[in-house]
């Protein structure tokens, strides 16, 4: 007999010969999309992600009801890991979590009981020891799951089924916010006032065609979980919203809370907390929404530890079950309004929320939306809700008819019907051919209790009739007319409303939507504590600052082969401006200098000075004064300090010079100077207006003097009321001035004359 062989189908076969990058996008694009519907964006109609959908839905399957008692957390992260959602089960309570945190959800889903987590940043306790129930807000997110308004789908494996959306009134996409990451877009939902929110549904339910700015008069802002401030313009937050797209600059509150209930507390705006002998400290009652407080509590010491903030001296947070970190200033004259702008300005105290409603409509079609488009899909998501219960209700009255009907016939012939049921061996046949019963009701009446066999009973089917039938015609009604469908609609968000309304404690706004105003002027300046220094800058360029003012005659240490070249009295919170041969100018300020308790720095290394490039002076900067600028070439203007200060360690270039010119002169022009006095290596003088002098910021400037050979060799400015001084030599060091300068006293530009007797042979005024 032979024997047959069954080969093994050759793997290869399977093998499908396509291009690399089209399998990879193909397999990438279902990722995104699975990413994209069923992981990181919520859905506008509920505003949920399914992984918040099938936690609410596991509860409710629990009959973790606001009434009932609390079960564990594992017990609901088990079911819905094990029915519903296949993922980590860490991830899953993560989730679950925050539906309880009230810091961070404005309207919590789930009521924990248990750690669940604190604004300081701390994670809850794990899953075995908490337990959770819904709110009040879920149950109104999930009314009329059971009244047909929402199609269910098959779970993961089949077993079990699962709504597509919830279908309650509770508008939970903008009153809770949402956030997520999918592949390729984010969304970024902040919380909202459901009084708010409701008001601008029923303005569109009233007007569809109602204007984005109407709708912002209504619709403030955000409200988040945590208060604080939102400080940026009305024209800036509606146009975010009209987009879609924005963002919102959040502030926390400085208050102070007065005696009252935690829901009755009244404020002290200022944050500024009174105390003896004219001391004051700084409250913080409130923090921006998603900041630890631990986290700002950490920045402000470490600005403190690192005296970057001297302006502060302490923080202590003195929380309870209202926040309240305090601020300790450094004396009480600093300026409360200067301390605010710098917590602003160097922590997460003030810090932004990026707005992106980017949702997936019915169809599960991401979008970006603006509000008003957002609010047209919910109501119109809202009408199918309330037209789907209808006609199923419809369906309901149609059946419970059929059944009254029935009743009523077996009422009106009891007695045959008994007879019937008592000599027939199959009296349902019977009674349908008899009596026009449909099977239902045949059914129906031999199911039917013999205590139900009274008189009263049948009054009572009849008036049963009465109401379907009137019912049934109301609903008809209202499911041929899109105006009773709105008037429904308006009269049920009406009701809701009123659980959110202003007065109460959930529903009161907690965020104050608020243009910044104008504050005190921010600057690091202002950080450095204020303290008398000398600069001591060597002849080979290495830099020095020593506490208080020390003589400038006095000898300071210098390196092997170096020595003195400039001393200068400052203050800690001046600027220093360096002026070089080369014609930039370069800022440092005083607090940057190391320690004079060595030999300093190579001010090289702190500014990007060219190496050929000379020092020709330091000075302190003073805001407004006029400086008088002078090259070798005798060319010159004035420039204004402010316009000297340079940004970066580059510098700024403030005299063009030719090759082989070089700046040489910088001279600060007192109030009271009217006259300038050039000398050439000529041993030429000339003396003329300052009012012919151009102000400049840039460039070569004007002929002072001219010159056969050499160039300039100094410059100052005069009042010639006073005359020309000058230090003569020798031992006693007096000064001597000259009042006559008639013969010297030119046009600018002119050759000049030699100066008067006994003026300094190195030419320098």
């Known amino acids: 007999m032979p024997t047959t062989t069954t080969e093994d189908p050759d793997p290869f076969d399977a093998i499908v010969d396509a291009p690399f990058d089209a399998a990879l996008s193909e397999r990438y694009l279902v990722y995104a999309l699975s990413t994209i519907t069923a992981r990181s964006l919520p859905d506008l109609r509920d505003g949920l992600k399914p992984v918040h959908r099938r936690l609410l839905w596991a509860m409710r399957q629990l009959k973790l009801n606001p009434t009932d008692a609390f079960k564990k957390s594992a017990r609901v992260v088990g079911d819905v890991i094990g029915k519903y959602h296949p993922h980590g089960d860490q991830s899953v309570y993560d989730a679950m979590v925050r539906l309880a945190q009230d810091f961070s959800l ?118 988040f979980a945590t208060g604080g401030l939102v400080v940026d313009s009305a024209a800036a937050i509606s146009a975010a919203y009209e987009s879609g797209r924005g963002s919102f600059r959040m502030r926390g509150r400085f208050s102070t809370g007065r005696e009252g209930a935690k829901d009755k507390w009244t404020w002290e705006e200022t944050g500024i907390e009174k105390l003896g002998g004219g001391q004051w400290q700084l409250v913080i009652s409130e923090i921006p929404y998603m900041l630890p407080k631990a986290k700002l509590i950490e920045q402000i010491a470490a600005l403190i530890g690192d005296r970057k903030l001297p302006i502060l001296e302490d923080v202590r947070d003195e929380s309870d079950e209202m926040l309240r970190i305090v601020l300790v200033p450094k004396s009480r004259n600093v300026d409360p309004e200067l301390l605010k702008e710098s917590l602003y300005r160097l922590t997460d105290l003030e810090s932004r929320f990026s707005l992106n409603l980017n949702v997936l409509d019915a169809s599960h079609t991401p979008m970006v939306m603006g509000l008003k488009e ?68 045949a059914e129906a009446i031999l199911n039917m209790r013999l205590r139900s066999l009274r008189k009263l009973e049948e009054m009572e089917l009849r008036q049963e009739r009465e109401d379907l039938l009137a019912e049934k015609d109301e609903l008809e009604k209202l499911l041929d007319s899109p105006a009773r469908q709105r008037t429904r609609l308006k009269r049920d968000l009406a009701a809701l409303r009123k659980d959110y309304a202003e007065d109460t404690v959930l529903g009161r706004r907690r965020t104050t939507i608020a243009e910044a105003a104008a504050t005190v002027e921010f600057s690091m300046d202002a ?135 070089t700046l040489r002169v910088v001279r600060e022009v007192a109030p009271e100077h009217d006259q300038v006095a050039v000398i050439g290596d000529n041993r030429k003088l000339v003396v003329f207006a300052l009012s012919e002098m151009p102000e400049m910021s840039k460039g070569q400037g004007v002929t002072l003097q001219r010159y056969r050979d050499g160039g300039l060799s100094d410059a100052t400015t005069l009042r010639l009321a006073d005359g020309l001084s000058w230090i003569m030599g020798g031992e006693t060091g007096r000064t001597r001035t000259e009042t006559d300068l008639l013969m010297w006293r030119v046009a600018r530009g002119g050759a000049g004359r030699l100066p008067p007797t006994g003026f300094p042979k190195d030419n320098r005024f």
């Open 374 to 441: 957002l609010l047209t899909h919910w109501i119109a998501a809202q009408i199918d809700v309330l037209k789907r219960r209808a006609q199923h209700r419809l369906e309901k009255i149609a059946a419970r008819l059929e059944l009254v009907e029935g009743y009523i016939i077996a009422y009106l012939n009891l007695d045959r019907i008994i007879e019937i049921i008592r000599t027939e061996d199959e009296p349902k046949p019977v009674m349908m051919a008899e009596f026009g019963l449909t099977d239902r009701q």
């Open 106 to 223: 404005r309207y919590p889903l789930v009521e924990g009981q248990g750690n669940f987590g604190n604004i300081d940043g701390d994670n809850a306790a794990a899953y075995r020891y908490t337990e959770a129930r819904l709110t009040k807000t879920a149950v109104q997110l999930m009314a009329g799951l059971d009244e047909g308004t929402v199609t269910f789908h098959p779970t993961y494996n089949g077993e079990e089924e699962e709504p597509e959306i919830f279908p309650g009134l509770f508008p939970n996409l903008l009153a809770n916010g949402s956030s997520g990451i999918a592949v390729g877009m984010a969304t970024s939902i902040p919380s909202h006032n459901v009084a708010e929110v409701l008001d601008a549904a029923l303005l569109l339910i009233d007007n569809p065609h109602t204007e984005h700015g109407e709708l912002m008069q209504i619709f403030r802002g955000p409200d």
């Open 527 to 661: 950080m450095i504590e204020k303290a008398p220094m000398t600069v001591i800058l060597s002849a080979k360029g290495w830099i020095r600052g020593a506490s208080g003012h020390e003589p400038l005659d006095r000898d300071f240490k210098f390196k092997d082969g170096d020595g003195p070249a400039f001393a200068l009295h400052a203050q800690t919170t001046d600027k220093l401006l360096i002026a070089c041969d080369n014609g930039r100018f370069y800022t440092l300020g005083a607090d940057k200098l190391p320690s004079a308790r060595g030999f300093g720095e190579p001010l090289r290394t702190m500014l990007d000075i060219e190496t050929e490039a000379q020092i020709v002076t330091v000075f302190v900067f003073r805001p407004g004064a006029k400086l008088l600028l002078a090259s070798s070439a005798g060319k010159g203007f004035v420039a204004t300090a402010d316009e000297l200060v340079a940004e970066t360690r580059k510098g700024r270039a403030v005299m063009t010079c030719k090759p082989g010119v």
